[in-house]
């Protein structure tokens, strides 16, 4: 024997002896086989291969199904959404805190009667004492009304008072004394509070805050038809899904019944027998969750679409009748971009905001201005009474109430006066203090505008760029399923002619149905995409024919400001 034959010899038999230090015999593995394992339990029988698939039927109300379209169903949100019903009622809200900061501007009105009796001891001649009257007696009736009011546009305000005496004196020459007096009053600052003050600037934020409210429930509009949109579509993919796992669970059942008339013939091995039952319970596998998952996004599209707990709609079943084909949508980056940066109302939202910021930079900087307030008053008096001595008193206020009335406006008895109040603070703190805040927060907001803008653009490049990839997708995924399907028919014809195994025509079963996933999900993507694009450039409403009038009242878009 040469040198290389001995070397191969040894190699050998290093190999066996190897070989038996690691693998038991025959009989230790017969004998290990007749033992037990102490812990394993007997499986147990399958459950029968012919058993029919079950259909959808928890919570749902037998025979009770609603065709919708994706506009149905859109309007069916617009009614019935509780989150939209909740921003519309923040629309009314605001609307009452714009009239409740007109309060300071409601006209008063107000009146007083009172009685007054006095009886007080006389002790100097020049009081009207005398050696017979040695007390005074008064007893005086007023009845008094007023009005007062403050100037919106200006900042002043005006009052004007109407006093009335009745009064009985031993002391008067008269044995009733009327004594009306008419003062009117004003108010005007010249320099601080002229332009704006507490109640005017509160007056223009709380409008501009139903401005803003009215944009946050245009944008809470836009968002639930969105995520109302891509629930519909992903219940149309999951229905589609579902047909397309039956239809895998039938192929497989089909190939499970024709291996087994073979194995009856002697065609085919068991095992054939048992790789088809196998997959076939696989396939079984993914119907039950694509079952599952129908009823999750259907329950998902329900609850953007009922109005309570209560609504009929939870007990139906929803059809999607639009289709998943895809409707061409071209749009240019710029003009997407243009779109964007002119509707979304988050840049509106912003806007509003910076326009209050300037009303309260505006205010805090006339707070630092000195206070010169216009003061002025004018008043009337008339007198009218029933004399004790006629000759002691003048013709003209003889009478009763009826004449100091005409006393009262003959302008003869009045009085008026001017003045100018001046208010300096010397340090004004709280002003200063105010300002230079008000005007870093609107700085603040510049930067919040442009971090948004470029988040915007962000936005609306993704989507673009995910529309473009996706139709890309689509061909791609529709020759897959073109492919899959005929490598499916010329593997099925070489099974039949016994030139091919089983598990390589159930293979191409599962491709196909892969690929038939694979296109659904591709157009049910697209249309989900097209909805986002909507959303990101703010035309859902446009594009779904669909118009949101404004929730601010006419009395407060129109004519806000006047009373």
């Not at 004007?160 to 009985?168: I, Q």
Request: hydrophobic share 35%.
């Amino acid at each position: 024997m040469i040198n290389w034959q001995r070397a191969i010899a040894r190699k050998i038999a290093t190999t066996m002896m190897a070989a038996a230090c690691v693998f038991p015999t025959l009989a230790q593995t017969q004998q290990q086989s007749t033992s037990p394992a102490p812990t394993q339990t007997q499986d147990q029988e399958p459950p029968p291969l012919n058993r029919p698939l079950p259909t959808r039927s928890v919570g749902l109300t037998p025979g009770k199904v609603v065709h919708w379209t994706l506009r149905d169903t859109v309007l069916k949100a617009l009614e019935n959404n509780v989150d939209i019903e909740i921003e519309r009622e923040n629309v009314r809200l605001r609307q009452f805190d714009v009239d409740a900061t007109r309060a300071p501007y409601d006209p008063i009105t107000s009146s007083r009667i009172n009685y007054f009796s006095s009886q007080a001891p006389l002790t100097n001649p020049f009081q009207g004492a005398t050696l017979n009257q040695t007390s005074s007696s008064s007893k005086t009736l007023t009845y008094n009304f007023g009005w007062q009011q403050a100037i919106e546009k200006t900042g002043g305000g005006y009052s004007v008072t109407y006093n009335n005496t009745r009064r009985v004196s031993n002391l008067s020459n008269f044995a009733t004394e009327y004594g009306p007096a008419l003062t009117f009053n004003i108010t005007q600052p010249l320099f601080k509070n002229f332009k704006t003050d507490f109640n005017r600037r509160q007056i223009l934020i709380t409008k501009k805050s139903l401005d803003l409210s009215d944009a946050v429930f245009r944008q809470r509009v836009i968002e639930i038809i969105s995520r109302v949109q891509q629930a519909y579509w992903d219940l149309a993919f999951a229905i589609q899904d579902e047909k397309i796992q039956r239809q895998a669970v039938d192929l497989a059942a089909t190939s499970l019944r024709n291996n087994e008339r073979q194995v009856e013939v002697g065609t085919l091995a068991p095992l054939d027998v048992t790789t088809a039952a196998t997959d076939l319970e696989s396939r079984r596998l993914s119907y039950f969750q694509a079952l599952n998952t129908i009823s999750a996004m259907e329950n998902t599209l329900k609850a953007l679409v009922v109005s309570s707990p209560t609504d009929e709609i939870w007990g139906a079943q929803i059809d999607p009748v639009d289709s998943l084909e895809i409707q061409t949508m071209t749009l240019p980056l710029d003009d997407a971009l243009r779109l964007a940066f002119a509707n979304r109302p988050e840049l509106k939202q912003f806007a509003i905001t910076k326009e209050q910021s300037k009303i309260n930079i505006d205010f805090f900087r006339d707070q630092l201005k000195p206070q010169i307030d216009l003061t002025a008053s004018f008043g009337l008096t008339g007198l009218g009474g029933d004399p004790v001595d006629p000759t002691r008193v003048l013709n003209k206020f003889i009478g009763g109430y009826p004449t100091s009335i005409k006393n009262l406006f003959t302008f003869e008895n009045r009085s008026w006066n001017v003045g100018i109040i001046f208010n300096l603070p010397l340090r004004n703190v709280a002003a200063k203090v105010n300002l230079a805040r008000e005007i870093e927060s609107s700085k603040q907001l510049d930067l919040q505008l442009r971090s948004r803008m470029q988040s915007i653009e962000f936005e609306v490049r993704t989507q673009i760029q995910s529309l473009e990839t996706i139709k890309m997708r689509i061909e791609t995924a529709r020759a897959n399923r073109i492919y899959a399907q005929r490598q499916l028919e010329g593997e099925q014809k070489k099974f039949e002619a016994g030139l091919s195994p089983t598990f390589l025509v159930l293979q191409r079963q599962n491709q196909l149905t892969s690929a038939q996933g694979q296109e659904q999900r591709a157009l049910a993507d697209y249309n989900k995409t097209i909805a986002e694009l909507q959303r990101v450039i703010s035309t859902t409403l446009e594009s779904n024919n669909i118009q949101i009038r404004s929730e601010i009242p006419d009395s407060a878009a129109s004519g806000r400001g006047k009373r």
